[in-house]
């Protein structure tokens, strides 16, 4: 393991469930971080819509949580962690297209199934870990100067 | 487009943002499926065509940079989200114009689809479970 690098910056966001006037401002306040920051347009986009997709899962689905965003000397870190019910079978889950998302959230323009995967596809590094009854935590790195395809 | 110009041919208003009529949009994407917006606009600067009015579709507005939001069918969003939309300086119109005769009007003068990525589902079918 490479020895950690240093903490720029960081945040500790609260994100309450069910709460759908205020589901998205988290991100909109990380984007603005990471824009005051200086970061590339492409760096903050990405980190904004791995942000987004993870706290409109946490407010969908979870029993709320929080987000926290790191940034370091080489890469933007997004740690999203919450207080469960977890995930059962993540490969399932991360499929795209497969969702168990309720009508509701279906009305309002979420859960079509694309979230862990878009999540992951905007990052260089992710890992999902769950346990039903428990939680589930992410972690999403973006590396800072690593060209991104 | 110029906002001012798409307004004209569709014969929108704005609910905020009129000040920046001469703001330019570089591209269009449609959808009611805020998930489809995340997971498949590649660009900054796109218009975002929808019918969806919660203050999410501002939020997503704002993370991805787009240029603007058109609102079809007669849809007004509530007067939070307007609010919202004019702290955050992101333009928003409304029409009377449903989205399929939005986008053939705007596709006819010229506004071209945002880039995309590929859509999540490929040329697969959704998994089983999936009603």
């Known amino acids: ?149 | 487009m110029k906002l001012a110009d798409l307004a004209k041919l569709l014969d929108a208003q704005f609910v905020t943002g009129a000040d920046q009529a001469e703001r330019e949009v570089s591209r269009a994407f449609a959808a009611d499926l805020l998930s489809d917006v995340l997971a498949m606009v590649q660009e900054e600067g796109v218009l975002l065509i929808t019918g969806m009015i919660t203050p999410q579709v501002v939020r997503v507005a704002e993370v991805m940079n787009m240029g603007a939001v058109l609102f079809v069918r007669g849809k007004l969003p509530p007067q939070a989200t307007v609010e919202y939309a004019t702290g955050a300086t992101i333009p928003l119109l409304a029409t009377q114009q449903d989205m399929y005769e939005t986008c053939g009007i705007l596709y006819r003068a010229g506004l071209l689809p945002a880039k995309r990525k590929g859509f999540p589902l490929g040329n697969a079918f959704p998994h089983a479970g999936h009603p």
């Open chain 1, 1 to 149: 393991m490479p020895s950690p690098t240093r903490v720029i910056h960081k945040r500790i966001y609260e994100v309450a469930p069910r709460d759908l006037e205020r589901a998205g401002t988290v991100s909109t306040a990380v984007r603005r971080e990471l824009l005051a920051l200086g970061m590339t347009p492409d760096i903050v986009r990405r980190a904004s819509i791995i942000c987004f997709e993870g706290e409109m899962n946490m407010v969908l689905y979870s029993k709320g949580g929080r987000i926290i965003l790191l940034v370091r000397d080489d890469r933007v870190e997004l740690l999203f962690s919450d207080r469960g019910p977890g995930i059962a079978d993540i490969d399932l889950a991360s499929q795209p297209g497969y969702s168990t998302a309720p009508d509701w959230a279906r009305e309002l323009g979420f859960g079509a199934g694309f979230g862990i995967n878009n999540m992951e596809q905007n990052s260089d590094l992710f890992k999902i870990r769950s346990r039903v009854g428990e939680g589930t935590v992410v972690r999403a790195t973006i590396l800072l100067g690593v060209p991104f395809l």
